[in-house]
């Protein structure tokens, strides 16, 4: 096996690093700060945010994210890892390069699925950085971790399809850049399990959107992102504007969600490496009982261990990147599971340990600490739970067995 990355990805690695260090990190404390100066009124975008992303389009850093298209970086998912994992260092870097989530898995669904005049009016500007968008599909009154249960009404009605239901956990409705989402619903309540959903353009200014409430996070608000909770009342959107036809919502949500949860976990581990980082020299600089802190065996062992977990999920990440590449979202279902159970665990581990190594300021707003938790702490709900990717993976491995007793069974029979 190869560990090394291509000359490509090397040097792209140096100019987002270069980048980082020049334009981002120096800058967090602006973001802060004119973020801080909007008061209550915090779902405003901080001037800091826009002047940076000039800046990347012009040393074109942009878009790296989008694969086998001229649109963007055209890198294999290989490729993006190491750029998306160094972006996922500071929680706003992904957006000065355009390659944020939900933005990122709903340009590459239009770009897939949509027709010219969607890629026009909707990509061409989410491709700009012009706009945000939405991707609606958690529902409030039931266990959207099984997919199937999702109730809102796609339906059809002459030359528009009129859609009633409630969302929630629409991350970036907030945001007075977000102008057009994508939802899931049901078209066809009798159709097969799996045929039943559809997904469709819809946009926010349509009439019948009403933003219930706003969803903090551990008492944060993610702020100017967001998240909240929708109620659709008769909202009707042409036909023109559902994906792929009636019945594919399924096909297409594991066609975006799969690079979605890799991305999740590139940027996760980004986030460990900084939370190690503060951690080690947070440890190095204090003293208690009259040494150093980081002298002390319990210590060594947490600071191990999270080294230890960084390396393994990088490794399988980058297992699940190069198995979509080659073979296929599909086949590496397996890898893509493992990693969004692992990743955000890891995290949240090291997370816990930095926090208690910084004492009573690692529960403050001082360090970054708790609010990198609460976003954390959420990735091991979002885009499926752990516990769903888990039995997937279970599934997976019974499977070999399964069929290996049963050919084992069938033998014995044929010799009685």
């Known amino acids: 096996m190869i560990f ?5 990805t090397k040097e792209l690695m140096t100019r987002v690093q270069a980048f980082m260090d020049k334009h981002i990190y120096p800058n967090e404390k602006t973001y802060d700060d004119q973020m801080k100066a909007f008061g209550t009124d915090r779902w405003q975008v901080p001037q800091i945010l826009e002047d940076l992303k000039v800046i990347a389009k012009k040393e074109g850093l942009w878009n790296l994210f989008l694969p086998d298209s001229e649109l963007g970086g055209n890198l294999t998912n290989v490729e993006y890892a190491p750029l998306c994992e160094i972006m996922g260092r500071v929680g706003f870097a992904s957006e000065v390069f355009n390659c944020s989530a939900p933005d990122t898995g709903n340009m590459e669904l239009i770009e897939r699925y949509g027709n010219e005049e969607q890629k026009e009016k909707w990509l061409k500007p989410l491709l700009d950085g012009e706009i945000r968008s939405a991707y609606l599909m958690t529902e409030p009154d039931v266990a959207s971790s099984d997919a199937t249960n999702i109730s809102t009404r796609i339906e ?19 945001d007075p850049r977000c102008k057009v989402s994508i939802l899931m619903g049901k078209t066809n309540p009798e159709a097969p399990k799996h045929q039943q959903q559809s997904q469709i353009l819809l946009p926010l200014d349509t009439p019948g959107i009403e933003i219930v409430r706003f969803l903090p996070v551990f008492g944060y608000d993610h702020a100017p992102h967001g998240h909240c909770e929708i109620k659709l ?9 559902l994906f792929l036809g009636e019945g594919r919502g399924f096909e297409i949500a594991q066609g975006r969600l799969g690079p979605g949860r890799i991305h999740h976990c590139m940027r996760a581990i980004g986030v460990a490496e900084r939370t190690l ?3 080690a ?11 150093k802190i980081s002298e002390y065996s319990v210590w060594e062992e947490r600071v191990a261990r999270a080294r230890i977990e960084i390396e393994s999920s990088r490794l399988l990440t980058m297992k699940a990147a190069y198995l979509m590449d080659t073979v ?14 692992a990743a955000p665990k890891m995290l949240c581990s090291i997370l816990d340990d930095a926090i208690q190594a910084h004492g009573g300021g690692g529960v403050t707003t001082d360090f970054g600490l708790a609010s990198a938790y609460a976003s954390a702490r959420v990735l091991r709900i979002v885009d499926g739970p752990d516990e769903v990717h888990n039995r997937a993976v279970a599934r997976i491995e019974f499977k070999k067995y399964r069929e290996e007793l049963e050919d ?9």
């Open 156 to 174: 059809r009605d002459g030359d528009e399809y009129v859609i009633n239901g409630r969302k929630w956990w629409s991350s970036g409705v907030m």
């Open 233 to 241: 009342e008769n909202v009707r959107v042409p036909v023109e504007n």
């Open 277 to 279: 980082e503060k951690m």
């Open 281 to 291: 020299k947070r440890l190095l600089s204090r003293e208690a009982f009259g040494k």
């Open 408 to 416: 084992l069974a069938e033998m014995n029979a044929s010799r009685m």
């Open 4 to 8: 090394e990355h291509n000359e490509k």
């Open 328 to 341: 296929g979202n599909k086949v590496a279902r397996a890898e893509i599971a493992m990693i969004k159970v």
